[in-house]
């Protein structure tokens, strides 16, 4: 069964880089055609798709945080992690890391379905 964890700092101020980590159980996060990917729920409203870091290394984010966003990871301790550049209280969410149902490219991550989750972290964006 896979689990998965994050952890990072609740509270960032406005310009900060906010990171967060999702520590994998169960399942390498370099077994082929395996893909991760971070999402997030703002209060009131629905889940965003952030970005995806597949089985390979390579990447590919929301076009609207691509500007901001970066996903890397830690083969050695079978985690990913989460950069956030300029927060901003508008980024004040639950964050979720997940790992998607099947295997995409491109856009088409964007509409991925998810099989594990972790809890959620709530990141609050305040000075």
């Known amino acids: 069964q896979v689990q998965l964890q994050e952890s990072g700092p609740g509270l960032v101020k406005p310009s900060q880089t906010k990171s967060l980590t999702c520590t994998v159980s169960?399942?390498?996060?370099?077994?082929?055609?395996?893909?991760w990917s971070w999402i997030r729920q703002p209060p009131g409203k629905g889940l965003e798709w952030m970005g995806v870091?597949?089985?390979?290394?390579?990447?590919y984010y929301n076009p609207s945080l691509k500007r901001r966003t970066s996903i890397s990871r830690d083969t050695s301790k079978n985690q990913f992690s989460l950069q956030l550049r300029s927060a901003a209280p508008e980024d004040t969410a639950v964050y979720y890391c997940?790992?998607?149902?099947?295997?995409?490219?491109?856009?088409?991550?964007?509409?991925?379905?998810?099989?594990?989750w972790g809890q959620g972290t709530q990141v609050t964006v305040s000075s």
């Open positions: 870091i597949a089985y390979d290394g390579s990447t």
């Open positions: 997940v790992r998607p149902m099947g295997f995409r490219s491109g856009s088409s991550w964007i509409s991925s379905a998810y099989d594990s």
């Open positions: 169960g399942a390498s996060i370099t077994t082929r055609l395996y893909a």
